[in-house]
C-alpha cells in the first residue's frame, strides 16, 4: 500500500530545512507555548472564557450558575485560567470579578471558534 504523505525524491532542500531549524531553534518558548494552549484544552475552562468573552466580567457565583457546576469546581478552573494569564480577577467590596487578561485571549478564542466554522455572529 502506497502512503501519499511521504515525499518520494531523494533530493534535500538544504535552505528550508537550515531556515525550518532555525524556526524550532527557541524549545522554551515551546515548552511555554504549549502549556499556554493545554489550558484552552478543557470544556469548562472554554466554556467560561466564552462566557467572560460575551458579557465582559463575572463573579464565581454567576460562572458557577451559569455552568451548573459548583462554585468550588469552578474556583479551581478559575485559579487554573488565572495562573496561566489568561484571566484577571478585580476586588469590588466582597465580590471578586474575573475578566478574560487582555485582547489577545479574546482573538484567540474567536479565531479558533471561527476555525472551526462556529462563529455565528
Do not use: P, W
Amino acid at each position: 500500500m502506497e502512503n501519499k504523505n511521504v515525499c518520494d525524491c531523494a533530493c534535500l532542500h538544504e535552505s528550508h530545512v537550515e531556515q525550518a531549524r532555525s524556526a524550532i531553534n527557541n524549545v522554551d518558548i515551546f515548552d511555554t507555548m504549549s502549556t499556554f494552549f493545554k489550558t484552552f484544552a478543557d470544556i469548562t475552562r472554554l466554556k467560561i472564557i466564552c462566557a467572560l468573552d460575551e458579557v465582559g466580567c463575572m463573579c464565581v457565583c454567576d460562572i458557577a450558575y451559569t455552568l451548573q457546576m459548583t462554585k468550588s469546581a469552578i474556583s479551581h478552573q478559575l485559579k487554573f485560567l488565572k495562573d496561566n494569564k489568561l484571566i484577571k480577577s478585580e476586588k469590588n467590596g466582597k465580590e471578586i470579578f474575573y475578566s478574560l487578561a487582555d485582547e489577545h485571549v479574546k482573538t484567540i478564542f474567536e479565531m479558533g471558534l471561527s476555525h472551526l466554522g462556529e462563529l455565528e455572529r
